[in-house]
């Protein structure tokens, strides 16, 4: 079992920054990727980026890419998502998820996921 908790949401102005942090505790090692997922009102749950635990590779979704940065710090077991020029698009609940692989955008394919945190966008 790996238990997922994520943390650092909350309110900014279009444009600002905020920084979700997640930490994996539990069997660990069983995931090789992880993911931030997000989720609005009415849709469906969406990947914003993944990052493998070996190699720190990375991928991110086409709305995202050049705004929001994923890293990994396999010391403390952590995975961090840097928000930047945040949009009122991107107000979501905002999840961690691991999976036994890396690579999916699919969020069926992730076994583990932490609680969500809210990230609102104001215009």
């Known amino acids: 079992q790996v238990l997922l908790v994520e943390s650092g949401g909350g309110l900014v102005q279009a444009g600002g920054s905020l920084r979700l942090s997640c930490t994996a505790s539990?069997?660990?090692?069983?995931?090789?990727?992880m993911g931030w997922f997000r989720q609005a009102p009415g849709k469906e749950r969406e990947i914003v980026a993944g990052?493998?635990?070996?190699?720190?590779?990375?991928f991110y979704a086409d709305s995202v890419r050049g705004r929001f940065t994923i890293s990994r710090d396999n010391a403390k077991n952590t995975v961090a998502l840097q928000m930047n020029s945040l949009k009122p698009e991107d107000t979501a609940v905002y999840y961690c998820?691991?999976?036994?692989?890396?690579?999916?955008?699919?969020?069926?394919?992730?076994?583990?996921w932490g609680q969500g945190t809210q990230v609102t966008v104001s215009s």
């Open positions: 998820a691991g999976s036994g692989t890396y690579g999916s955008r699919k969020y069926t394919d992730y076994e583990y």
């Open positions: 539990g069997r660990r090692l069983s995931t090789a990727g």
């Open positions: 990052i493998s635990w070996i190699g720190g590779r990375t």
